[in-house]
T-cell receptor, first 119, second 111 residues
């Protein structure tokens, strides 16, 4: 697609329910990131996928959080047994490639985010 | 120590002034750095990238990188009210290639 697409844009759920957030990256982008942004805060790294490599899950805050990326494209972030502190905007971003060496191809494009509210 | 640190602000400057935003990072192996701008309620958008020591200029924006001091800055000349936003510094951390953001600096440009 032309941009990074995220759904749903807004999700209100009750404490204890499971939620799934979806990210459709730009076609051909091999790197995909999930970040969480709480109100008035910066971007908290959650997980990073690069091609067929094992994902970097070091930012996931607890085992209630998991993510997968199917076929190297669409990614789903799942939060089980949601808690009120999970309320935040969940941002997905993709880039043509990952890695930290400068190539110009590791610039991220962000989706519009999924706003999660846990009551 | 956080991987990427910024002063949270808010930073307030008058219209037409120079706004200076600062960032430090902990990973000496980091090679490339980015400044993203985020308007309230919107997603971050890239303003500048820099990977070599020294200055990089793009219009009213100048990014500065000092690898010896592990310091990155963004200067905005002739600041405009439309520049009012949160500015996020980011750098790659460790070998894995994940991009880490600072907590952001809120900039307010007063007419």
């Amino acid at each position: 697609g032309a941009g990074v697409s995220q759904s749903p844009s807004n999700k209100v759920t009750e404490k204890g329910k499971d939620v799934e957030l979806r990210c459709d990256p730009i076609s051909g982008h091999t790197a995909l990131y999930w970040y969480r942004q709480s109100l008035g805060q910066g971007l908290e790294f959650l997980i990073y996928f690069q091609g067929n490599s094992a994902p970097d899950k070091s930012g996931l805050p607890s085992d209630r959080f998991s993510a997968e990326r199917t076929g190297g494209s669409v990614s789903t972030l799942t939060i089980q047994r949601t808690q009120q502190e999970d309320s935040a905007v969940y941002l997905c971003a993709s880039s043509p490639r990952g890695g930290r060496a400068w190539s110009g191809a590791n610039v991220l494009t962000f989706g519009a985010g999924s706003r999660l509210t846990v009551l | 120590q956080k991987e990427v640190e910024q002063n949270s602000g808010p930073l307030s400057v008058p219209e037409g002034a120079i706004a200076s935003l600062n960032c430090t990072y902990s990973d000496r192996g980091s090679q490339s750095f980015f400044w993203y701008r985020q308007y309230s309620g919107k997603s971050p958008e890239l303003i500048m990238s820099i990977y070599s020591n020294g200055d990089k200029e793009d219009g009213r924006f100048t990014a500065q990188l000092n690898k010896a001091s592990q310091y990155v800055s963004l200067l905005i000349r002739d600041s405009q009210p439309s520049d009012s936003a949160t500015y996020l510094c980011a750098g790659f951390y460790n070998q894995g290639g994940k991009l880490i953001f600072g907590q952001g600096t809120e900039l307010s440009v007063k007419p």
